[in-house]
């Protein structure tokens, strides 16, 4: 059980279960922020809260709250930008800190653009030797590159209805750069 809960379960201020407990209001407010307690201050809180102290010992760490709302603006700012292949990474990874949207989602967002910066270069390069190679049109490379931008905003537009619809990612990765 989280200490917050079970404190305000019982009506004390944190001031009022650092007196009962014996431990200071500054130990119990890095609990309640998620550390776990260890030795005396489990034993003490325990006894002040009324609780066993398998139930202290045990704090489930806080759920991440997830703005949604953001996350798809997140995921959209990359379809603004994807024209410029640096942008696409840096204007959501600002976004992110600034919004304090550090959550497993919008990593795998940002690792599915460096992912595709990555690959569409690679693709724009070998498309551009394949020119040279074969004498192709100047405008090869062009409509390789607009391509490459259609197919990321795609990806972007299916990824955003999918966080609308079902709090997920369609195109995820299963390992995160970030």
């Given at each position: 059980m989280n200490v917050k809960f079970l404190r305000t379960q019982?009506?004390?201020?944190?001031?009022e279960l650092a007196e009962k407990s014996g431990v200071s209001i500054r130990t119990i407010q890095r609990i309640e922020a998620g550390q776990?307690?260890?030795?005396?201050?489990a034993k003490a809180l325990s006894k002040a809260l009324g609780v066993d102290l398998a139930t202290i010992s045990n704090?489930?760490?806080?759920?991440e709250a997830i703005n949604y709302s953001l996350v798809k603006l997140i995921n959209l700012s990359s379809a603004f930008v994807s024209f410029i292949p640096l942008l696409n990474i840096i204007v959501p990874l600002v976004i992110m800190y600034f919004g304090k949207q550090k959550n497993t989602l919008t990593k795998q967002i940002i690792s599915l653009q460096i992912l595709w910066t990555i690959t569409s270069t690679i693709i724009f390069f070998?498309?551009?030797s394949l020119k040279l190679s074969l004498s192709l049109s100047r405008l090869f490379s062009l409509w390789v590159m607009i391509f490459?931008?259609?197919?990321?905003?795609?990806?972007?537009i299916i990824n955003t209805a999918s966080i609308d619809k079902n709090k997920k990612l369609y195109f995820k990765l299963?390992?995160?750069?970030?």
């Open positions: 019982k009506h004390l201020t944190q001031e776990e307690p260890k030795g005396y201050t704090i489930e760490k806080p759920k070998l498309a551009g490459l931008i259609l197919i990321n905003i795609i990806l972007i299963n390992f995160s750069f970030i």
